[in-house]
């Protein structure tokens, strides 16, 4: 006998709730859901007695299992949205996460004019289009050392019609000799290479080159503090993204490296996310 929608997402909430909290797992439901049916939530609620081909289930019941083992679901999706902007996604990015939106938030804050922004490890792009979405005079360039990732972001660019975001293969700072910008900001890689969680839940299927960094998972944020004022403006600004227990370090790290009004911002669950510098041009580089 066939099920109707509202039993079919029951089934899978039940079986999600042994893995996810009870909220995520009926998010996470209906959003396989709506995605084999190529729906919207509204109509997904709307007709929750209609019935579902046996087509369909079988392929929502396989994304589940999938989710079961660990599996995203923005990559079995396609996209994340982030900041307002729907990005696709695959596994050779980092999943944008609601944590980095501090970040922007922090970013949009000193933008303004045609100023020279930099984004380093740009991934999917998100940072960089969401400045560019929300400040559409800076001139924003995004960097990668990931030739995948990079042709994902661009993808992400041309999508969005942001197609002046500057899309450079670069190790860091590597591609970027001579170019200097009013604001340079990063999601770095920043666990521990020893952290449990690397094998644990989504962290399992995302790129370890974007998520660890050393034994104290700090060895990125060393290299783009030290090389940042090369690249910055006199008066222009470094913004990090870190681990919650991190901040002190990166604020004592900037600091040494001459690095004035250092600041940490927090995230959307009161934890230390952000820090950001003020570079004064005084100390040599």
């Known amino acids: 006998m066939p099920l109707t929608l509202q039993q079919l997402l029951m089934t899978a909430r039940q079986q999600l709730a042994q893995v996810l909290p009870p909220g995520e797992a009926r998010s996470e439901a209906q959003l396989l859901l709506m995605h084999v049916l190529a729906i919207n939530r509204a109509w997904l609620i709307a007709h929750g007695s209609d019935e579902v081909t046996a087509q369909h289930a079988q392929v929502f019941n396989q994304l589940v299992q999938r989710r079961l083992q660990g599996e995203p679901v923005a990559y079995m999706l396609g996209y994340r949205e982030f900041f307002g902007l729907r990005l696709k996604v695959t596994p050779d990015t980092l999943i944008p996460r609601p944590d ?121 944020i060393d290299r783009i503090i030290a090389s940042a004022p090369t690249y910055l403006h006199t008066k222009g600004w470094l913004m990090l993204e870190h681990g919650y227990n991190q901040a002190e370090a990166v604020q004592q790290r900037l600091a040494m490296h001459g690095f004035q009004a250092v600041e940490t911002r927090q995230d959307l669950g009161g934890n230390p996310r952000v820090t950001l510098g003020q570079w004064d041009g005084s100390k040599p580089v």
């Open 100 to 220: 980095t939106e501090t970040l922007v938030e922090a970013a949009l804050q000193k933008i303004s004019g045609a100023m020279r922004v930099l984004d380093l490890g740009t991934g999917t792009g998100a940072i960089a289009l969401a400045m560019a979405q929300h400040a559409p005079q800076a001139q924003v360039t995004a960097v990668d050392a990931s030739v995948k990732a990079l042709a994902v972001a661009r993808e992400n660019a041309q999508s969005l019609q942001l197609g002046s975001v500057r899309c450079v293969h670069s190790d860091w700072f590597e591609a970027l000799a001579g170019q200097t910008f009013d604001l340079i900001v990063s999601n770095p890689p920043y666990i521990e290479d020893s952290d449990p969680h690397l094998a644990q839940g989504d962290l399992r299927f995302e790129p370890y080159s974007a998520l660890a960094s050393g034994a104290d998972g700090l060895q990125d």
